[in-house]
């Protein structure tokens, strides 16, 4: 058994043994054997290939609305599985912009502080300082591409490739924290790091309301039965034919799609549980 240890997710690991990913990270820690990540690519190669940054796709939902899907599961019971509801686009730009902040360019940029182009270089990337370093004459002040971000201290960058593939999935922390074997605090606090980041890079918050990682919501919809509105419970998980909800008021419990046919509205899910949400007017 120990011999599958690091060889997939935890999760993943514990499945094939029919152990629990309880007892598996505990062996795989105890063997000093190191988790294994999610498959993607090395950050030095998404820099190497990095293009210029695209667009956000027209949608229909105004630009900034963060839009869930309603058979996503919000939590789950041992052994499920969630959907790959990554998109794309959010990846590739934050690749892209991540290529961009670790470049080693040696082109000075402009001063973080004052904006000011009255920048030079004052040191090469070399072992001790991974990025190059720029002064500026204005401010007399060092700085280099990250200064002035809230990746400037952020650690553990050779796993922000495998991370910002999750920001845009509709799963919580805990699961993050499991497929990438890293603490609670740690994802809440690049989840945070990353939607700053998201709204300095594009203030107008159409990239940023594309993460949904963390993000619990509730449902709304007219009973199919009793006809009362207002919130309806999600009911456990979800099997192939989707979600289902319970009505308070007359104690039915329907399936999404039912509701949906039976009374033509849509499920409106609202923001429950935003831990990663962004408060602009202190940061
Ligand atoms: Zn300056
Ligand atoms: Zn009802």
């Known amino acids: 058994m120990d011999a599958h240890l690091g060889t997939d997710l935890d999760t993943v690991v514990a499945q094939k043994l029919d152990v629990t990913v309880w007892q598996v990270s505990w062996r795989r820690r105890r063997l000093n054997i190191p988790p294994a990540l999610p498959r993607s690519e090395q950050l030095s190669s998404i820099i190497a290939k990095a293009q210029p940054s695209p667009l956000p796709s027209k949608s229909d ?12 599961p919000q939590f789950l019971r041992a052994g499920g599985s969630y959907p790959d509801t990554e998109d ?8 892209r ?3 961009e902040a670790h470049s080693l360019d040696l082109q000075p940029i402009a001063c973080p502080y004052s904006h000011s182009h009255h920048t030079s270089l004052t040191q ?3 072992a001790r300082s991974p990025r190059p370093a720029f002064y ?5 002040k060092r700085f280099n591409r990250l200064t002035g971000t809230p990746l400037a201290r952020l650690r553990h960058a050779e796993m922000m490739p495998a991370f910002v593939r999750l920001l845009s999935q509709q799963l919580p922390y805990e699961e993050a924290c499991r497929r990438l074997g890293v603490d609670y605090k740690a994802i809440a606090n690049w989840t945070k790091k990353f939607r700053l980041w998201l709204l300095q890079l594009d203030p ?3 990239w940023e309301a594309k993460v949904l990682l963390g993000i619990k919501t509730r449902a709304y919809i007219q009973c199919p039965r009793c006809g009362a509105e207002g919130e ?3 009911l456990g998980g979800s099997d192939h034919r989707g979600r289902r909800l319970i009505c308070s008021a007359c104690s039915t419990t329907f399936g999404v799609r039912d509701a949906e046919l039976l ?3 849509r499920v409106r899910l609202e923001i429950l549980y935003d831990p990663g949400k962004v408060d602009t007017l202190t940061t």
């Open 124 to 126: 090469k990337a070399h």
């Open 61 to 72: 939902a105004t630009p900034t609305e963060r839009r869930f899907l309603v058979n996503q």
């Open 263 to 265: 009374t033509q509205q």
């Open 88 to 95: 794309k686009a959010l990846t590739a730009f934050l690749e």
């Open 204 to 206: 107008s918050g159409r």
């Open 136 to 140: 500026c004459g204005k401010c007399d």
């Open 232 to 234: 309806k419970q999600f």
């Open 97 to 99: 912009a991540l290529a």
